[in-house]
């Protein structure tokens, strides 16, 4: 069976475009559901060390969206100034 892509899917690669969408979709379909989310924009240290605390289960939410490049791909290497 065919499926449309979610029109939010638009947005994954801004800043915060993948929390967006799992938002959307989950609130949709799964009644209560509540998403705890933290953003992490451009790599660094400190970046790392909340990387490495969400995967040791020390960091309190339950999604973390990763953006290698600072506001998001849409910023990235190739974008036009």
Do not use: H
């Not at 993948?18 to 559901?33: H, M, N, Q, R, Y």
């Amino acid at each position: 069976m065919e499926r449309p892509a979610n029109p939010t899917a638009r947005n994954y690669a801004k800043s915060c475009g993948v929390t967006d969408a799992v938002l959307t979709e989950a609130t949709s379909k799964i009644p209560g559901f509540k998403l705890d989310a933290k953003q992490i924009n451009g790599i660094d240290r400190k970046t790392c060390a909340m990387v490495k605390l969400y995967a040791a289960g020390k960091m309190p939410v339950n999604f973390l969206e990763v953006m290698a490049c600072p506001g998001g791909c849409q910023n990235g290497p190739c974008s036009l100034a």
